[in-house]
């Protein structure tokens, strides 16, 4: 089975910019969930979609934005690029069948570089 | 307040030894996961053993375990054998269940670096 893949892996940007970031889960599974890593600020959660719903925020600004597919592929979208928006995005997906026990999959991340 | 605390910045070991991760937490939910995560230098996060509130045993998966001691609220990874393939960093999550959906809480990591 294909595990979460993400696309671009690597994306350079200026500030002002806007980029959308996109993220396939594992077949099957239904929750993804998008987190922002810096060496400074570490694994940050910025949101978890669910059947298409935004069910969980972080405590991110309005410039984060996100959205799910009915084929459970999501993507996140940064309007107005800042220099500390560089980072690497991760995308993890998990399948909710038992949420208590539920694990979550990561994909391999985009790093984004703010200019 | 933290919800995961990692003490260790940076830890080293022998090739072929164990070495133990240190992770606390803090929750007052009853029913909660816990998880730890291998991240080589590539990036991608590797899951490597879950533990749930309510599990006895301590979990084993492979050179991996949890040494799980709920009163004290800790989790430590455990690696036996060391190789020089586990050198990475290493994070403890939580989960909690929120009405609302599926949050994951991590620590700040721990470089372990395998020492031939």
């Known amino acids: 089975k294909a595990g979460v893949t993400q696309t671009p892996r690597y994306l350079i940007k200026t500030r002002g910019q806007q980029v959308t970031l996109s993220c396939s889960p594992i077949?099957?599974?239904?929750?993804v969930s998008w987190y922002q890593q810096t060496p400074g600020q570490g694994l940050q959660f910025l949101f978890e979609?669910?059947?298409?719903?935004?069910?969980n925020k972080g405590n991110f600004p309005g410039r984060f934005s996100g959205r799910q597919f009915s084929n459970s592929r999501s993507e996140m979208n940064v309007s107005t690029l800042e220099l500390g928006d560089s980072a690497l995005y991760l995308c993890?997906?998990?399948?909710?069948?038992?949420?208590?026990?539920?694990?979550?999959?990561f994909g391999p991340g985009t790093r984004l570089t703010v200019l | 307040a933290q919800k995961i605390t990692q003490t260790q910045p940076g830890m080293f070991v022998q090739e072929k030894e164990a070495v133990t991760l240190d992770c606390t937490y803090d929750?007052?939910?009853?029913?909660?996961?816990l998880f730890w995560y291998k991240q080589p230098s590539s990036g991608e996060m590797i899951f490597l053993i879950y533990?749930?509130?309510?599990?006895?045993q301590n979990a084993t998966e492979g050179r991996y375990s949890l040494n799980f001691q709920k009163a004290r609220k800790s989790a430590n990874l455990v690696i036996s054998a060391s190789q020089l393939g586990d050198s990475a960093m290493y994070f403890c999550?939580?989960?909690?269940?929120?009405?609302?959906?599926?949050?994951?809480?991590f620590g700040t990591g721990t470089s372990l670096t395998v020492i031939p």
């Open positions: 999550a939580m989960r909690e269940l929120p009405n609302t959906g599926n949050q994951f809480y």
């Open positions: 077949s099957g599974h239904r929750s």
């Open positions: 929750t007052s939910d009853q029913s909660y996961g």
């Open positions: 979609y669910f059947s298409e719903t935004q069910r």
């Open positions: 993890a997906s998990s399948l909710l069948r038992t949420p208590s026990t539920d694990t979550q999959y």
């Open positions: 533990q749930g509130s309510y599990d006895e």
